[in-house]
């Protein structure tokens, strides 16, 4: 909102529509308020009785007030300069107030500034939203993993969490492809082509990602790929948020891989808590003379004497 006009020369229609759309209020050269809207009286909590033949100063932080940022702020009206911007100001409650506002110095025919216009916007509910936003995306980036692609997986930044992860410092991998952290045989394939064509058309991934980091090293990411898009519903880039999961996955693969060598060496079967069978492994199925069909879905008793089944003991155990 900028209003650069002269407000001598606007007709008292126009006046009249201004002050309906806008918070207004009028001071004298040194900062008294002469009149104000009803819209502006609602935004600072005051009634016009209350304000009108104080100074603009019961509007603001007393630091602020005592400043010579402020001294300043009205000097520059007095010389009849423009001020347009957003400011923080205080209610009747002492609560802050967020405005977008314009102070409009107003001439006589002799170019002295005889009064100083005031049109403002309340931001105050739009600039706390804005303030919280950015304190989760803060917050997200000091605990997760961030880099950001163009819609052609060009790497146009990343924060400190992704390049110690990656083990890359930030001008090593600025202004080149993602494919750099992917193994060359993926980075050629139809699937890695077809995963930046629809992120670029806009869809959303999440999964886990094994990729490589500095020196060929591998790292895995709990990581989720989203579109950023214009207000044309345009892709304009593509923001990464991963969690580092190489130790865990590592752990889990170990795991697999101890298991892996129970099975081979063991005859190994699995139950629900009632006996039902679930699964077995070839070395129980060779031993007990069985095809897997045969054994899932059946009872453990399968393999026992009827006797042994109808005794009480069998239950129990």
């Given amino acids: 909102m900028s209003f650069r006009l002269g407000l001598s020369s606007l007709s008292d229609d126009t006046l009249a529509a201004l002050r309906q759309s806008f918070a207004m209020v009028e001071f004298s050269p040194e900062g008294v308020v002469l009149a104000a809207n009803p819209a502006f009286c609602a935004a600072v909590g005051y009634s016009p009785d209350e304000i009108v033949g104080r100074r603009h100063g019961i509007f603001l932080d007393?630091?602020?007030?005592?400043?010579?940022?402020?001294?300043?702020?009205?000097?520059?009206?007095?010389?009849g300069r423009f001020n347009s911007g957003e400011f923080e100001r205080r209610r009747?409650?002492?609560?802050?107030?967020?405005?977008?506002?314009?102070?409009?110095?107003?001439?006589?025919?002799?170019?002295?500034?005889?009064?100083?216009?005031?049109?403002?916007?309340?931001?105050?509910?739009?600039?706390?939203a804005a303030s919280e936003n950015e304190s989760l995306l803060k917050a997200?980036?000091?605990?997760?993993?961030?880099?950001?692609?163009?819609?052609?997986?060009?790497?146009?930044?990343?924060?400190d969490n992704f390049l110690k992860t990656i083990g890359y410092?930030?001008?090593?991998?600025?202004?080149?492809?993602?494919?750099?952290?992917a193994d060359s045989s993926y980075a050629s394939s139809d699937d890695y082509r077809r995963f930046?064509?629809?992120?670029?058309?806009?869809?959303?991934?999440?999964?886990?990602?094994?990729?490589?980091?500095?020196?060929?090293?591998?790292?895995?990411?709990?990581?989720?790929?989203?579109?950023?898009?214009?207000?044309a519903g345009r892709v304009t880039k593509v923001v990464k948020i991963a969690t580092d999961i190489t130790a865990m996955k590592r752990h889990d693969l170990e795991n697999q891989g101890k298991v892996s060598a129970i099975s081979r060496a063991q005859a190994v079967i699995e139950f629900t808590p009632d006996g039902t069978i679930l699964d077995a492994?070839?070395?129980?199925?060779?031993?007990?003379?069985?095809?897997?069909?045969?054994?899932?879905?059946?009872?453990?008793?399968?393999?026992?004497?009827?006797?042994?089944?109808?005794?009480?003991?069998?239950?129990?155990?």
Avoid at 172 to 180: D, L, Q, T
Avoid at 201 to 206: M, P
Avoid at 208 to 227: C, D, H, I, S, T
């Fill in 62 to 79: 007393e630091t602020y007030a005592g400043s010579e940022a402020y001294q300043r702020f009205w000097s520059d009206l007095l010389a």
């Fill in 92 to 128: 009747k409650d002492g609560s802050s107030l967020w405005i977008r506002a314009s102070y409009a110095p107003v001439r006589n025919a002799a170019g002295r500034v005889v009064k100083i216009v005031k049109l403002a916007l309340d931001i105050t509910a739009e600039k706390i």
């Fill in 140 to 159: 997200i980036d000091r605990s997760q993993a961030i880099i950001q692609f163009s819609p052609d997986g060009t790497i146009l930044g990343a924060n």
């Fill in 169 to 181: 410092g930030r001008d090593e991998i600025v202004g080149r492809h993602h494919s750099m952290f």
């Fill in 196 to 231: 930046w064509s629809r992120l670029g058309a806009g869809e959303f991934f999440s999964d886990e990602f094994q990729r490589l980091g500095k020196g060929g090293r591998e790292v895995w990411l709990q990581a989720q790929y989203n579109p950023i898009f214009d207000p």
């Fill in 281 to 317: 492994n070839e070395n129980f199925l060779t031993t007990l003379g069985y095809s897997l069909q045969e054994v899932v879905g059946k009872h453990h008793a399968m393999f026992c004497d009827p006797a042994a089944v109808r005794d009480p003991a069998y239950a129990a155990f």
